[in-house]
């Protein structure tokens, strides 16, 4: 028994891993795509994703930008993005210790290097963009509504989500039962992709996984689907019930 436990202890601490990938629609055209990949080892959770323009997209503005989230026990510990959309081109890397959010944000101008970085105290726990998604998939259904806490751009700003309905929809052949979810992000950001208005996401019933999306941005509004699902379909239901204290 021994024997066969150290045979199977290194796979045991392997981590579980999950990687969804997303096709990006303006009317009927494909401008862009998106894959986020989730890793779970123990409490650690390490979010990756990134987001490019492809075919059209590229000729109207050329998109590149992808981060990371780390985070423990679904509270974040780390997270950075670097968005290269058009001209614009920044870095962000923020660090959440007790007392609040180390940041610091390089932006790249033709004139010059613009470097922006501090402390933000804060007495209640703020989240990152990408551990929002994650809570708002994990939290669903949730039809009394909520508010997540998001730090962005040196100040806080926040994310109202709630379950308004359920819905069979259709995404490449694929029928999904799902809950239609409501966001509202009240984000006030630079570069092209400001959000702007209501979100709905459709979110599977059985993964939590979203299927479906309609965003909206300042430049104009656009359709999410889901492509290609690949590693652990359960690990966001296996997290869920994991950590259901926080819901």
Known sequence: MRFLFVLLFPFLLLAK?????YRIYFWFLPVAQSCVEYS?????LRIRSWAKTIVVGKLVKRVNNWGEAELLSLKPKSFSL?????SFIRDHTYSF????IAYRIVRYKEEGVDVKEGFYESSVYLFDPFSTSLLVYLDTPNYRGDRIYVFYDEKVQSVYYKTVGEEVVEVFDKTYPTWKVLLVPEVDTKGILKPKGEWFVWIDKE????????????????????????????L????????AELF
């Open 17 to 21: 891993e999950l990687e969804t990938c």
């Open 40 to 44: 779970l080892k123990g409490e650690e």
């Open 82 to 86: 670097y968005q290269r959309e058009g």
């Open 97 to 100: 210790m007790k007392r609040g």
């Open 207 to 234: 993964t939590n996984i979203p299927v479906k999306l309609s965003v909206k941005f300042t430049i104009g509004s656009a359709q999410v689907f889901l492509e290609r699902v690949k590693g652990n379909r359960d």
């Open 236 to 243: 966001f239901v296996e997290v869920k019930n994991g950590q």
